[in-house]
């Protein structure tokens, strides 16, 4: 199923992502997932006034690195005018026996190497893995942000062509709020 949604999403993207963005990640994708690691909370409280659309619950799903969550939450972001697909999705879930929280962002139209070292770059990542699918390179790298420790997975396409689909998720031990 998470196969079948994934390349409905890349077929929808496709006619979306026809020329590179300026700005490979968007500010919301910066804010809520990059700038302090994944917060759920923080991510649904400003989803509900700013004006982003929901994300339908099984496409939100096949975006997620997990596969039971305890919750989740999916938006596409922006205005529709844009020249790309953006979804945000962010979920809480338990692995391992811990409560983490993640974030995921979709992108299409962006150049997913570029992209790659962008964030990369930005929490100062290190890699700890990599996976090749039929037409997906998964990339996996290990970083810390506001003190947590966070897990970082890339998912690029095989053969990157520079307007590319994406999927990039954080996840990190849930911070328990009082």
Known sequence: MRTILFSLFLLASAGASVAKDDKPISDVFREFCLSDGPHFNKMVDAAKGSGW????????????PVSDPIE?????????EE????AMVGF?????EKSVEGCT???????GKAVEKLIVSEVT?????????QDTTYK?????????DVALTISLPRYPNGSDQIVVSLVAEEIMEN
């Open 53 to 64: 659309r929901p994300l339908a619950a099984d496409m939100a799903m096949s975006f997620t």
């Open 72 to 80: 989740i939450e999916g938006w596409l972001i922006g205005d529709g």
């Open 83 to 86: 020249s790309h697909f953006e």
């Open 92 to 96: 809480r879930a338990k692995v391992a």
């Open 105 to 111: 962002a979709a992108i299409s139209g962006v150049d």
């Open 125 to 133: 990542a290190k890699p700890i893995g990599e996976d090749q699918g």
């Open 140 to 148: 996996r790298f290990s970083t810390t942000i506001d003190g947590r």
